[in-house]
């Protein structure tokens, strides 16, 4: 059974760090992408935050994150995993990690991991 499990969410004051963890089972990073998603609160859309491809090692980062956010992976564990740095009160928001089979580069389009495996998300609060 497929399965991406999130962890590391929290409570912070602005400036702090958190470091998000997704643990997958019942596949290998080898030929999957593993993107990072968030949802604001009271807000609908979908923020692709970043990106990583067990294929070929591409990462990639929205705009919004990029030279805060690094996103990592340890075959051993199965798990990628998000650091995030400087945090800033609109980072606030339930993030998520998805899985979908790639051959090459990932991508943060959150339509593009609509076919694939999900976590449950975990809470990400950064009060000012």
């Known amino acids: 059974e497929v399965q991406l499990v999130e962890s590391g969410g929290g409570l912070v004051q602005a400036g702090g760090s958190l470091r998000l963890s997704c643990a997958a089972s019942?596949?290998?990073?080898?030929?999957?992408?593993i993107g990072w998603f968030r949802r604001a609160p009271g807000k609908d859309e979908w923020e692709g935050v970043s990106c990583f491809s067990g294929s070929d090692g591409s990462k990639y980062y929205s705009e919004s994150v990029k030279g805060r956010f690094i996103i990592s992976s340890d075959n051993a564990k199965n798990t990628v995993y998000l650091q995030m740095n400087s945090l800033k009160p609109e980072d606030t928001g339930v993030y998520y990690c998805?899985?979908?089979?790639?051959?090459?580069?990932?991508?943060?389009?959150?339509?593009?991991?609509?076919?694939?495996?999900w976590g449950q998300g975990t809470q990400v609060t950064v009060s000012s």
């Open positions: 998805a899985a979908r089979k790639t051959s090459g580069l990932c991508t943060y389009y959150v339509g593009s991991y609509r076919g694939g495996y």
């Open positions: 019942g596949f290998t990073f080898d030929d999957y992408a």
